[in-house]
């Protein structure tokens, strides 16, 4: 019902879109009619394929490398006294810095490759599945933790066994705010320094004015978020029983 609500609502955008196109007899360079933007899909598809597949493996690699080092930090921060009162107030200061800021220092260090893109992804995505996972795992209840004491548990026991499955709903959560965010921070990462990529190739069909095949790149990065969200949901709904 949700997927079907979805499509009748984009149906309705689409026919809007064409309607204001129209009424206003709006050149292309301002706003391609839908129709305009299907024909550059169509005729650009090789090209736009082309340069879909290095934002999907910057998207995805990143992706998985955020969540693993969100993942390691917040269990640092939960289980080292130390690291939280030291880093903690470093990580949150340092989600003040806007990522375009620190993209092209990225690009200067690590090169126009994948390299600084993926790490640009890393860097952006990180603190949603740390922030969220942190705050599942001190968040066990207090009766389980007496009772673990009582029990003279290990700390790594009750780690595994109480704190980890009771924190994976919050995981889960913060996943999910990152998979949605992960396309956006590959296709910026491109706009800062690029020789492929969707981002490359919006840049450059906005140097000449191709401005229907720039909203062609953003009608796949968009099908791309969805599809990946929709993926990312599916899986962690049937492996995670909240």
Not at 135 to 140: C, F, K, N, V, Y
Not at 205 to 211: F, H
Request: proline share 5%; charged share 10%; aromatic share 10%.
């Amino acid at each position: 019902m949700l997927m079907w609500r979805g499509l009748l609502s984009l149906l309705i955008l689409i026919l809007i879109w064409q309607v204001l196109v129209m009424a206003f007899h709006l050149p292309v360079y301002i706003l391609p009619s839908p129709y305009e933007v299907l024909q550059a899909l169509i005729v650009h598809a090789s090209l736009i394929m082309a340069n879909a597949i290095p934002t999907v493996v910057e998207t995805l690699t990143g992706l998985l490398l955020g969540i693993l080092l969100g993942a390691i930090i917040a269990l640092a921060l939960a289980q080292v006294v130390i690291i939280r009162y030291w880093l903690l107030p470093i990580i949150i200061a340092g989600q003040a810095i806007p990522t375009f800021a620190i993209a092209p220092l990225l690009v200067l260090w690590f090169g126009y490759g994948m390299t600084s893109k993926i790490i640009t992804v890393m860097l952006m995505l990180f603190f949603p599945v740390a922030s969220a996972f942190y705050e599942g795992l001190t968040r066990t209840k207090s009766e389980w933790l007496d009772m673990a004491k009582i029990m003279q548990g290990k700390n790594y026991l009750v780690l595994w066994h109480l704190r980890i499955p009771h924190a994976l709903p919050n995981l889960a959560v913060g996943i999910k705010v990152a998979t949605a965010l992960a396309p956006i921070g590959a296709v910026i990462s491109e706009w800062v320094g690029a020789s492929k990529g969707l981002g490359f190739l919006m840049l450059n069909a906005s140097a000449r004015l191709e401005i229907p095949l720039m909203f062609a790149c953003i009608a796949v990065i968009t099908l791309f978020s969805l599809s990946l969200y929709g993926i990312v949901n599916k899986v962690l709904a049937t492996t995670i029983k909240w």
